[in-house]
């Protein structure tokens, strides 16, 4: 047979060849690899693309829409929006919350992607990866820029939905918008990795998940200015990741609003004692918080029992 | 407690090579549980080794500390050479592993899941994609190498697992349970591709089955029962263990007949599913002898060479169907249902 014949000659070289390329180098590949197929499997599922649209959407419409409408008639402004901001520029609320739903698509398909981990581990592609003379770090690091991808894919593709719904982007804004979307989804997915990583049921971690996900999303700013809170609410707003990704990012999209600095600051800053972290502090703040996150999931996976 | 059955292993494998597998005195314990007790091997280069035992009695345990995704808690295991515990990285390149559960990609198609595979295994460039049509030509999925694998039965992704397994020519094949759930064409066909593979690629195969026909595949085995090897050797040896006959009467009342006949005729009956079960010397002789001593009415009586059955119920005392569930079990009939759904 053909066939074996060309094995057993592949199979001779390949043996003599094994030493070749070093470690890292596998290790490198191994990123590529994971990388790759969480793109793949990404662009492959369209259900899971259409319903993690959905939800933002969602918020947009309802909160943004109908909040902003119910506002402005109670506010008695009569018009259609409700505005913060006073002298000089005003920011419609659809503007204010819009920058959060973003944030929100993204922490949403983070830390989902970051949940295929315990499956996989047991029944999937991880277990193989597993057992592959590379450094496990690979794993971490591979999955949390996997998810970030998708998760900044979609923060994209909310992006590009903004001008529909009458939200003000200018060419540079989107610039500025897509290395911090980059680097929410990596902090994010490292946070859902960690979690994973030594997760030994999907039972365990949608209940960890449930927990977090609402209280980070709501904690963050997204919906409301995070300004005169209660100390106890305060103080967990500092230590949400989620916030420190949100701020820049209106601050960002607030710029072309024409609201003076001040009043986009106000509305969008994180707070240290009456301090409005400047954003890129706070981006410094994401990225921290991204590497001891992706610290402890590397930890978790090279724990050999 | 070892009755092992030494043997040399001249029989079908080259003159004695060092083992390509060398395991002394390993021990795992899980807090106070002992999931293996010092358990000794050596596998010879080329040989297909067959590690039988019930569930839970140490065999994955084993293969994993081999396969190093587990450490050992004492003793010492090479594998081509390569210490286990001080050089991981140099025994994953040497060995391939086709895992009891399915872990290939379900949305990826065949040839996808082989590249991955081949990528990260340092097969280079030049020869991935040929050896990727090789395997799949040899276990006959070629035509479908670009299908996703969600489409396939479970003969096809146990065979896609196999082609996985031997994509970076390892010296050492591990399969943990590899045809568990096919049907039997399915496990003759991937027993074809093992030989076929042991002739071209010079490589071990060393596997756990529950299945005692497949086992006769092996040239040695070893039954491992409560995490120590109880017995050892080419499945005729081991066969050799059983006295002579296999005798099985289906009476009207087994255990009563169990009793009688170990009481008049001084012989050790037990009893199994399929009746009063004797081993003796010369079945066709012992035959009227017990119809005679047996006051209980006699169905039937069949009177078999011993098989790995037999022997597997001797040294463990318990036939290997007798399985607990094990831990990851629950998981495991989601995985399933899971993967039937789709």
């Given at each position: 047979m ?7 000659r592949d199979?001779a070289a390949l043996?003599?060849q ?9 290790t ?6 994971i990388w790759?197929?969480?793109v793949i499997?990404?662009r492959r599922?369209r ?8 939800q933002?959407?969602?918020?947009l419409?309802?909160?943004g829409?109908?909040l ?7 506010g008695?402004r009569g018009?259609a929006?409700?505005t ?8 419609s ?6 920058p ?5 698509a993204?922490?949403f ?8 981990i ?6 999937g592609f ?6 592959a ?7 971490a690091?591979?999955k949390?820029?996997g998810?970030a991808?998708q998760?900044m894919?979609?923060g994209?593709?909310?992006l590009a939905?903004?001008p529909?719904?009458?939200v ?7 610039l ?7 680097l ?6 490292a946070f ?6 030594r997760m ?7 209940v960890?998940?449930?927990f977090?996900l609402m209280?980070?999303f709501?904690l963050?700013g997204s919906l409301?200015?995070?300004q005169?809170?209660?100390?106890w609410?305060?103080?967990?707003t500092?230590i949400d990741?989620l ?5 820049p990012?209106r601050t960002?999209?607030l710029?072309?609003?024409?609201a003076?600095?001040a009043v986009?600051?106000?509305?969008a800053?994180v707070?240290w004692f009456?301090w409005q972290?400047p954003s ?7 990225s921290?918080?991204g590497a001891?996150?992706l610290?402890v999931a590397?930890?978790a996976?090279r724990v050999?029992? | 407690?070892?009755?092992?059955v030494?043997?040399?292993l001249?029989t ?8 390509v597998?060398?395991v002394?005195?390993?021990v795992?314990?899980?807090g ?9 091997l050596?596998?010879?280069?080329g040989e297909?080794f067959?590690?039988l ?9 084993t293969i994993q500390i ?8 004492a003793?010492h295991?090479?594998?081509?050479g390569y ?5 991981p990285?140099a025994?994953r390149?040497?060995?391939g ?17 082989l590249?991955?595979?081949a ?9 991935r994609?040929r050896?990727?049509?090789?395997v ?9 190498a670009s ?9 096809m ?5 196999i082609?996985?397994?031997?994509m970076?020519a390892?010296?050492v094949?591990?399969?943990d349970?590899?045809?568990?759930g096919l049907d ?6 991937i027993?074809?591709?093992l030989?076929?593979?042991r002739r ?6 060393f596997?756990?089955t ?12 070893a039954v ?5 090897l109880?017995a050892q050797?080419?499945?005729d ?7 002579g006959d ?7 009342d087994?255990?009563a007949?169990?009793?009688?006949l170990?009481a ?7 009893v199994?599913a399929d009746?009063?079960?004797v081993?003796?010397?010369d079945?066709a ?6 119809i005679q001593?047996?006051?209980?009415p006699?169905?039937?009586v069949?009177i078999r060479r011993p098989?790995l059955?037999?022997?597997?119920l001797?040294?463990t005392?318990?036939?290997?169907r007798d399985d607990?569930?094990g831990?990851?079990?629950d998981?495991?009939n989601?995985?399933q249902m899971w993967?039937r759904?789709?």
């Amino acid at each position: 047979m053909d066939a074996i014949a060309e094995l057993a000659r592949d199979a001779a070289a390949l043996r003599r060849q094994e030493w070749r390329t070093p470690r890292w180098q596998r290790t490198l590949r191994a990123i590529y690899v994971i990388w790759l197929r969480d793109v793949i499997r990404y662009r492959r599922d369209r259900t899971r693309l259409a319903a993690s649209l959905a939800q933002p959407l969602l918020f947009l419409v309802v909160f943004g829409v109908g909040l902003s409408s119910s506002l402005g008639g109670l506010g008695g402004r009569g018009g259609a929006s409700a505005t913060f901001g006073s002298a000089g520029g005003s920011i419609s609320y659809i503007q204010y919350i819009y920058p959060g739903v973003v944030g929100m698509a993204v922490l949403f398909t983070a830390l989902f992607s970051s949940m295929s981990i315990v499956w996989d581990r047991e029944f999937g592609f991880l277990k193989e990866i597993l057992v592959a003379p590379i450094d496990r770090s690979a794993v971490a690091i591979g999955k949390a820029l996997g998810g970030a991808t998708q998760a900044m894919f979609q923060g994209l593709i909310m992006l590009a939905i903004g001008p529909i719904i009458g939200v003000h982007l200018t060419p540079l804004t989107v610039l500025e918008v897509v290395p911090i979307l980059f680097l929410l989804a990596f902090t994010l997915t490292a946070f859902g990795v960690a979690i994973a990583a030594r997760m030994r049921s999907m039972q365990g971690f949608q209940v960890i998940m449930n927990f977090l996900l609402m209280p980070m999303f709501f904690l963050s700013g997204s919906l409301f200015p995070l300004q005169g809170l209660p100390a106890w609410m305060a103080v967990l707003t500092r230590i949400d990741p989620l916030a420190y990704g949100i701020a820049p990012l209106r601050t960002a999209v607030l710029s072309t609003s024409g609201a003076p600095g001040a009043v986009t600051r106000t509305l969008a800053s994180v707070t240290w004692f009456d301090w409005q972290v400047p954003s890129i502090l706070a981006l410094g703040m994401l990225s921290l918080l991204g590497a001891v996150f992706l610290g402890v999931a590397i930890r978790a996976f090279r724990v050999r029992d | 407690m070892t009755t092992s059955v030494d043997a040399p292993l001249a029989t079908a494998t080259a003159p004695a090579r060092d083992p390509v597998i060398r395991v002394r005195g390993l021990v795992k314990t899980y807090g106070k549980v002992e999931a293996v007790r010092g358990i000794d091997l050596d596998v010879a280069p080329g040989e297909i080794f067959g590690f039988l035992g019930p569930n839970g009695a140490g065999k994955t345990t084993t293969i994993q500390i081999l396969c190093t995704l587990l450490r050992a808690t004492a003793g010492h295991a090479s594998v081509a050479g390569y210490d286990v515990d001080s050089d991981p990285d140099a025994v994953r390149s040497c060995i391939g592993l086709v895992f009891q559960d399915p872990s290939l990609d379900q949305e990826l198609t065949a040839r996808e899941n082989l590249d991955f595979h081949a990528i990260v295994y340092n097969v280079p460039r030049a020869v991935r994609s040929r050896r990727i049509d090789a395997v799949l030509e040899m276990v006959g999925l070629r035509d479908r190498a670009s299908a996703p694998v969600k489409t396939f039965s479970g003969g096809m992704k146990r065979r896609l697992e196999i082609a996985r397994g031997i994509m970076h020519a390892p010296q050492v094949l591990f399969l943990d349970e590899p045809t568990q759930g096919l049907d039997p064409q399915t496990r003759a066909h991937i027993w074809e591709y093992l030989n076929e593979l042991r002739r071209s690629e010079d490589i071990t195969i060393f596997m756990t089955t529950h299945y005692m026909d497949e086992a006769e595949y092996c040239e040695r085995i070893a039954v491992i029962d409560h995490g120590a090897l109880v017995a050892q050797g080419s499945p005729d040896q081991l066969k050799g263990m059983v006295g002579g006959d296999v005798v099985t009467a289906g009476t009207a009342d087994d255990g009563a007949a169990a009793a009688e006949l170990s009481a008049k005729l001084g012989v050790e009956a037990g009893v199994t599913a399929d009746g009063v079960r004797v081993e003796v010397a010369d079945g066709a002789a012992f035959v009227p002898r017990m119809i005679q001593a047996l006051s209980v009415p006699v169905r039937s009586v069949t009177i078999r060479r011993p098989s790995l059955d037999d022997v597997f119920l001797k040294v463990t005392g318990r036939a290997i169907r007798d399985d607990e569930p094990g831990s990851v079990d629950d998981l495991r009939n989601m995985a399933q249902m899971w993967m039937r759904r789709r």
